[in-house]
């Protein structure tokens, strides 16, 4: 009986010292409060963004350093972000004309995105899509071609749960256990439609139509220019949208909201090294806090 007491004792030690662990590594982003919010246009132009303090965070996918700010009002929350990016890359999986074939193929061109992870459970989790936990999360997903062009970052809800469902990806947690990844847009239309070509437009023709978002999907506003090997980025989210799909914000009560970010997609696919782009490649770096000042 003691042996199996003590066994107890030890595991709830090891889990305090994991969460506590978490907790002290993970970097703190404070949101200011100020009276002018940005214009949300990636240029990152307006003089308010001199009050947000710059917290610098390592992608561990493209070895990059992300730089990040949070600015915040009554009604909305503010995000500028930056990082190294040697080329701009706007186009995904678009239309490539086959001379010989006189049709049309998809190319293998892939847009660049960037992704915020918002953990919507009542613990404390590891966001990686390969963690050993369980959770929900909300996802800001960033792409270049997709959804920069309505001015619009897309909103969905990963789901990492021990056992599987409608289209849910197999993926291998950190100690081997198997695990399901769901990745479902929020409820609305998306910032984009597919079209099909059948009479030639051009070599290289966009698949994608840019439209205006519709419902929970219209939540995040964001721009991002590319310049000199940059990308500069800006979101902007009402603190509280209302939607059962989203991460509320309460600047007054206090409380620290754990995230992670990643350049790449998060889609939980393999690395490969020789692939020429990163696409689906994405992993969360660490464990990061947002609150408010």
Known sequence: MKKYFLLSVFSVFV????????A???QTITAVKVTSPPVIDGAA????WKFANAVTVKDVRTGGDVTLKALYTDEQIYFLVTYPDKTEDRLQKPWVWDKGLKAYSMGPQREDTFNFNWNMES??????????????????????NRSDPSGYADDKLHTLASTSGKKAQ???SKSN?????????????????KRLLTDYEGDVVDQ????????????????????????????????????????????????????????????????DKTAPHWYGQGRISENLYLVFK
Do not use: C
Request: proline letters at 2%; zero cysteines; aromatic letters at 12%.
């Open 208 to 271: 994608h139509i840019s439209v205006t978002p519709t419902g929970s999907r219209a939540d995040i506003k964001a721009k991002g220019l590319w310049k000199a090997g940059f990308w500069t980025i800006e979101f902007a989210r009402k603190l509280n949208t209302g939607h059962t799909d989203d991460i509320q914000f309460s600047p007054s009560s206090g409380k620290k909201y754990l995230f992670g970010i990643s350049i790449a997609g998060l889609y939980g696919e393999p690395i």
């Open 45 to 48: 132009s307006d003089s308010v």
């Open 170 to 172: 197999d993926v291998i």
């Open 123 to 144: 613990k404390e989790v590891d966001l990686s899509e390969f963690s050993d936990d369980t959770y929900t999360s909300d996802v800001w997903y960033w792409k270049a």
């Open 177 to 193: 256990k198997k695990r399901y990844l769901t990745r479902n847009g929020d409820e609305g239309e998306a910032s984009e439609k």
């Open 24 to 26: 002290m590594s993970a």
């Open 15 to 22: 889990s305090i010292l994991i969460i506590t662990g978490r």
